[in-house]
DNA sequence: TTTATTTACGAAACCGTTTTCGGAACTTTA
DNA sequence: TAAAGTTCCGAAAACGGTTTCGTAAATAAA
C-alpha cells in the first residue's frame, strides 16, 4: 500500500489536481457537492498529503525547533510536555534538538534551522554559550525565536524567564533562617544567565545578612557527575565547611546527597539542603529535599504559545514580550 | 540577512545550478577547482539548503519519528539519548511525539507519518493501545518502524526489549527472598506487553515458591496520579495488606511512598518495594529504592542504530533482528 | 591526423503540493 | 434578449532542490 499523492486522486476522481487540492482546503471555489466526493475517495484511498511539498511551496514547515541541552532532567521535560501542548493544538510538530551543554553543537543547530526546518524556536542556551551571534543569524535570516530559563540577555526578542535572581535570594535567606551561617552555592557554569542571577540573589541575600560570602564557598560544577561528586566531595571536607548549601541545579542533587552519606554528614543537622528542582521525587528523598520548584510546564507554554502568535502575525514584535513567571520555595526536611 | 537559494549562488558563480547542487554533494563530474570556489561561495553567503526541496525530490526526509507515552520519564529521556546519539551521528533529526498514552494520538501521529514525514519510525506504543492495524498500515506504506520496550507483539518488525518476564520473576523472587509473603503487584495496563509480561514473571516466581497469588494483589493503575495513589493506599488498607509490592513502572513509585508515610508503614519492615525504575534518585530516597533498572540508553541506541541500518539497505528484513537487552535488579535499603 | 574517450559543465525534467488566473456554464439584471 | 455577474473548475506556474541526459572541449588512443 503505497502512499497515494494528490495526482494519482485527481485522475481516479476525474477532476484536476487543483480541485483536489481547494477541496481538501475547504475553499469557496469547490462546490460542496464535489468536496464530499474528494474527501471521500481522500479517506478511502488513505491520502496522507506530503508535507514536504505543502512545505516548499507554502514556505511554512508546521515545525517548531525546541533546542535545550538534555532533555533527562525533570524541568526540560516538563517544559517540553507544555511546549507539546500547544503545538499539538495548532497542528504543528516539535523537533526536539540536544546541544547536550555544547556551543559546537547550538551553532550548528541554529544554522541547519536556517533552511527553514523550522518555522520558529524555541532555545534554553547551553551552559558553554556566551556569545550569541548564532543567534542573532538565525533571527535576522526570519525565523522567530524565543529564549526560555536560559537566556542571552544581549538578544534583543522575548525571553520567558523565572525569577532567578529573587529565587537565588529566597533560598538562600531560608537557609539563613534556618540557622545556616556558612553557606554554599554550587553553579553550573560562569556565563549562564539563571546561575549568575541565582547566584547574585545569593550574594544580595549574604550581604542584607550581614554574612560575608567566601570565594571557596561558590563551586562551579561542570558536565561530568563524576567530577561534581568529587567537587562536592572536597568542599564539604574543607575544615571550614558549609553547613548550607544552594544547590542551582536540579543534576547536583544526587551526587550532593550521596557525598553527604559518603562523609557521614546527617542532612539537615549537620548541612542544610535547598536545591533548584522539579524532581517529583523531592518529598520522598531522605530526607525530602527543600526545592526552589520552577513552574516548568508554564514556562514552555507560555513560550510556545507566544511562538504561535508571533507565527500568527507576521509583524510580530517580540522585544516587548518578555515575561518572568515565579518560582517558588518549598520547604522540606533537608532544612528544618 | 534572508537565507539564499541555490539559484542566487549559481549567479554569484555564473555557474548552473546543477553545477552548484553537485559541487556540493562532491560529485565527480566536478572539477576540483570548481568545488573549491563553490565551497567558499556557499560559506561566505551562509547558503543552507531548503531540507523541503531535498526531500521532495530526493525521498529522503532526514527525519526519524520517535513515537512515545510521555517524556517526562527517566527511562524515555534516557532512551531518548541514546537514540538522538545515532541520530547526530548519522545526520538525521529526531521527531518527538508524545501519545500521553491516548491510542488515538498515537494513531494519528502514525497516520500523519504515512506522508513521508519522517524516513523511519521508533515506537513504545500507549498504555491503551490493543490493536495494530495502525502500526501495520504505517509498515506496508514502506516506512520502516521499530518497537522498543513497548511492542505489538503481532507486527511482524524488529523489537529492542527488554527481558521483562525475567524482571518481574527477578523482582518478586527477591521480595520472597526477603522474606515476603503477601506481595502485591502493580500494573499500568492491561493490554500492554510489558506489564503482562512482568505480570506472568511475578506470577510464575510466587507458583515457584508455592505462595498463591490473589486477585486482590493484582493493582490496575490509570495514568491519573491521584487514582493511583487513593488505589494503592486502598491497597494498603486492607486486612490482609501486602508485605511486598511489585511496581511495574517508574510513576509510581512517588504516590506508592507517599502512601505509606500516610498510613504509617515503614518501609522496609512492614511492606518490602521494588520499582521498575530509572530513577537516578533511587539511591537517595527514604529509603533507597531497590529497583529492575532497565538498559535504556541502550534500548534506544540499539533501536536506532537498526532503525539507520534498515534505512541503508533497501532490502533490509527486520523480521528476525529483535533483540532482548537485559535489565538489572539493584538490591537497597527499601527490601533490606 | 583521425577517432575514441574522458572531463566538466548546463538544460531541463522532476518531486507533490498550492495558488493565480482564465474561462465555460449558468444565473441574474436591465 | 443582451449584458453583467456568479459559480465552479482546470491549466500552468511556482517552490528549491536533485538527477538525468546531452554536449563541447580536452585528452588519449590508433
Known amino acids: 500500500m503505497k502512499n497515494i499523492n494528490i495526482k494519482e486522486l485527481a485522475r481516479e476522481l476525474k477532476l484536476s489536481v487543483s480541485t483536489i487540492s481547494k477541496a481538501l482546503h475547504d475553499s469557496y471555489e469547490i462546490s460542496d457537492k464535489t468536496k464530499k466526493r474528494v474527501l471521500k475517495a481522500s479517506a478511502r484511498l488513505n491520502y496522507v498529503p506530503n508535507p514536504y511539498a505543502s512545505s516548499l511551496r507554502g514556505k511554512r514547515s508546521k515545525n517548531i525547533g525546541v533546542v535545550i541541552p538534555e532533555v533527562a532532567d525533570s524541568f526540560f521535560s516538563l517544559a517540553i510536555n507544555g511546549i ?89 535567606e531560608h537557609l539563613i533562617q534556618q540557622g545556616c551561617d556558612k553557606i554554599a552555592f554550587l553553579s553550573i557554569s560562569k556565563s549562564l544567565s539563571i546561575s549568575n542571577k541565582r547566584l547574585e540573589g545569593y550574594f544580595k541575600a549574604l550581604l542584607d545578612h550581614n554574612l560575608k560570602a567566601d570565594k571557596k564557598n561558590i563551586i562551579l560544577c561542570s558536565n561530568n557527575a563524576k567530577q561534581n561528586y568529587a567537587l562536592i566531595k572536597n568542599l564539604l571536607q574543607q575544615k571550614n565547611n558549609p553547613n548550607g548549601i544552594v544547590a542551582s541545579v536540579e543534576k547536583l542533587t544526587t551526587p550532593l546527597y550521596k557525598a553527604c552519606v559518603a562523609l557521614k554528614l546527617k542532612i539537615p543537622r549537620d548541612v542544610k539542603i535547598v536545591c533548584f528542582s522539579n524532581l517529583e521525587t523531592a518529598s520522598i528523598l531522605n530526607p525530602s529535599l527543600t526545592t526552589i520548584t520552577q513552574p516548568a510546564f508554564e514556562m514552555g507554554k507560555t513560550a510556545a504559545t507566544l511562538l504561535f502568535e508571533t507565527l500568527a502575525k507576521s509583524n510580530f514584535n517580540l522585544k516587548k514580550e518578555s515575561m518572568v513567571i515565579p518560582s517558588t520555595l518549598v520547604v522540606r526536611n533537608s532544612t528544618t
Open 84 to 172: 507539546e501542548s500547544v503545538a499539538k493544538e495548532k497542528g504543528y510538530h516539535v523537533l526536539i534538538c540536544l546541544t547536550h551543554e555544547s556551543f559546537e553543537n547550538e551553532k550548528n543547530i541554529l544554522k541547519e534551522f536556517q533552511g527553514g526546518r523550522v518555522d520558529g524556536v524555541l532555545l534554553s542556551i547551553s551552559g558553554e554559550t556566551s556569545k550569541s551571534d548564532h543567534v542573532n543569524d538565525l533571527i535576522s535570516s526570519g525565523i522567530p525565536l524565543i529564549f526560555f530559563d536560559r537566556v542571552c540577555e544581549e538578544v534583543e526578542t522575548a525571553k520567558i524567564t523565572t525569577d532567578d535572581f529573587e529565587s537565588g535570594y529566597k533560598a538562600t
